[in-house]
DNA sequence: TACTTTATAATAATAATTATCATATAGTAA
DNA sequence: TTACTATATGATAATTATTATTATAAAGTA
């Protein structure tokens, strides 16, 4: 498996440690982060880091195919899984989590067809599914503010 | 079939000209517009309508279950069609369609379930695909200012 | 017609994302 | 190593879609 730092260079970017610690806060985290919450991430190790640099490195890895710019609930979103597939988005808690399964399969195969029976060439997909999770909906009480706040959604 | 003005009386809306305009202009609207096209639509009628009454009864309507508020692009559209289906986006012209044909059956059906087999409760859902349309895809070409402006999703 | 409630429209606010630009750093070649 | 050039970064400001606030107007009802 190749490193992070060779898959930047091949792509053609420069390697700067800000590049690598945003490629790889995606890369090791599932929750789908926003680029506020990879901000955050990578302000631990790089507090001097802006925002700004957070969304344009984040774009640009986009566009390279390095990672997975998703529309959920109006929000960008990455993924390390650039594949096409399905996400289970609560909106009570905000967390994203893949579609698993049998199902999940359906949309890979979907992708593949690349263009409709019309002539409609397909780029890229969203399935989204929105609801509430296992856990959210067990516990149908009022989280309050100190409820699960970093992954909300914005109302 | 139930008239506009009978569908939103049933739904405890109070009836104004305003609220008869904005439903109608999307029910009679197959381009799923945003709240902006149909601002546009409406002040031909009432020039003196404000974008934030067009946004806010959208919003009640979408609440009331009379319309699907999709989300597209990070943008929000409007379908009279509230039965969960696909769409399909040109990223080019920003045009969005109807996803037709025997796929389609299959969002339907996956919408009926409610609920996967980890115990997600499925409140709604999108599934978008993004690429050309037909006449993009023929046309490739830079239409240049004079070009379909109107539906053009943002950069 | 008068009354109460809700809707409208003008205006301001918010929040996520993107643009601008001076400074700093990576990659490269002497 | 050093100098050089292109690109990345970070500070700041701008943009854009959407939402909040609130005084006035209109809908529904007695």
Redesign the pocket.
């Known amino acids: 498996m190749m490193n992070a730092s060779a898959l930047l ?1 091949e792509k053609g ?7 690598l610690a945003v490629f790889e806060a995606v890369l090791g985290n599932k929750t789908h982060p ?3 919450s990879v901000y955050t991430a990578v302000r631990e190790k ?1 507090p ?6 957070v ?3 984040l ?2 890895f986009q566009e390279a195919g390095l990672l997975w710019q998703l529309n959920i609930a ?3 979103r990455y993924d390390g899984n650039t594949l096409p597939h399905a996400h289970l988005c609560c909106l009570r808690c905000g967390q994203v989590d893949d579609l698993n399964g049998g199902l999940a399969k359906l949309f890979t195969d979907l992708a593949d067809l690349g263009m409709t029976k019309s002539g409609f060439k397909i780029d890229s997909l969203e399935v989204n599914f929105y609801g509430s999770c296992p856990s959210c909906s067990r516990h149908a009480v009022n989280l309050g503010p100190s409820g699960p706040g970093d992954n909300r959604l ?2």
């Open positions: 260079k970017f420069r390697i700067t440690p800000q590049r926003s680029a506020e790089f001097s880091i802006s925002l700004n640099t969304y344009k490195t774009q640009s109006r929000n960008l914005p109302e």
